[in-house]
C-alpha cells in the first residue's frame, strides 16, 4: 500500500521561529490534508490541498502531486501551534485515508 | 459553520463490555468513516460506509466491531466485547461525496474523538 513519510519527527523551536514541515508519499493520491492535533487530542484540519499551494494566516501549505511531497510552512510560530501535525492522503476508489506518523513541534516561550 | 459532532468526549470500561461509540456526522454528508488513534501513534483508518453498507474496512475491523446508521442523523461504532487493546481515541469522519476520481474527491471532516479506555 502507499507510504506516508514525515519529517522530521520532533521538532522544538523559539516562538517566532519558522518551521517547514515535510510529507513524503509513495503513490499518486486523490487527495491530501494537514491536520494539527491539539494537545487535547482533538483533530483540526488545517488544508485539503491535493495540489498548488495555499495559505492561511501564518500557515501555509504546498503540494508537488508529481513528485509525490507537501510542505506545511509555519511562520512566526506561537506556543498554541505546539502538538502534533498529521499529513493524511487518500489514494484508493473507496476513500480511506492513510496517515503519516505526523510531526511533533513543541514552540517554547 | 456545520461539524461532526461525537458523544461521548470519554468512555471508560471494563474489558469484556460492548460499547457503542456515537457520532452525528454533517447533515447533507453520505460517506461515513471511523478511525482510531493509539496513544502515541499515528490515526488508523477503521471502515467507511456508504448507503447503508460497509464500502471498506480495515484488517483491525474484525468481528468484534460494527456500525450502524440507525435513524436519519446518527453514525454509530459498537465494540462487543472490548480488550484492552482497544483503548485509543476514535475519530469519526464524514464526506459529501467521493466518487474516487482523481480530483472528484471531497475533504473528510473529522469529530473531535472519543476516547475509550479499557480497564
Known amino acids: 500500500g502507499i507510504q506516508v513519510e514525515q519529517s522530521p519527527p520532533d521538532l522544538i523551536l523559539q516562538e517566532g521561529a519558522n518551521s517547514t514541515l515535510r510529507c513524503n508519499f509513495s503513490?499518486?493520491?486523490?487527495?491530501l490534508q494537514w491536520f494539527h492535533q491539539n494537545p487535547w487530542g482533538q483533530l483540526i484540519n488545517l488544508f485539503y490541498?491535493?495540489?498548488g499551494t495555499k495559505q492561511n494566516g501564518r500557515l501555509s501549505a504546498t503540494t508537488v502531486a508529481t513528485e509525490r511531497y507537501s510542505l506545511l510552512y509555519i511562520s512566526s510560530s506561537q506556543t498554541t501551534d505546539s502538538g502534533v501535525y498529521f499529513c493524511?492522503?487518500?489514494?484508493?476508489?473507496?476513500?480511506?485515508?492513510?496517515f503519516g506518523s505526523g510531526t511533533r513541534l513543541s514552540i517554547r516561550p | 459553520e456545520p461539524e461532526v459532532t461525537q458523544t461521548p468526549s470519554h468512555q471508560v470500561t471494563q474489558m469484556g463490555q460492548e460499547v457503542i461509540l456515537r457520532c452525528v456526522p454533517i447533515s447533507n454528508h453520505l460517506y461515513f468513516y471511523w478511525y482510531r488513534q493509539i496513544l502515541g501513534q499515528k490515526v488508523e483508518f477503521l471502515v467507511s460506509f456508504y448507503n447503508n453498507e460497509i464500502s471498506e474496512k480495515s484488517e483491525i475491523f474484525d468481528d468484534q466491531f460494527s456500525v450502524e446508521r440507525p435513524d436519519g442523523s446518527n453514525f454509530t461504532l459498537k465494540i462487543r466485547s472490548t480488550k484492552l487493546e482497544d483503548s485509543a481515541m476514535y475519530f469519526c469522519?464524514?464526506?459529501?461525496?467521493?466518487?474516487?476520481?482523481?480530483?472528484?474527491?471531497?475533504?473528510?471532516?473529522f469529530g473531535p474523538g472519543t476516547r475509550l479506555t479499557v480497564l
Open positions: 493524511a492522503v487518500e489514494y484508493s476508489s473507496a476513500s480511506k485515508i492513510i
Open positions: 469522519a464524514s464526506s459529501e461525496v467521493s466518487l474516487g476520481i482523481a480530483g472528484s474527491t471531497d475533504t473528510q471532516y
Open positions: 503513490d499518486s493520491v486523490n487527495n
Open positions: 490541498i491535493p495540489s
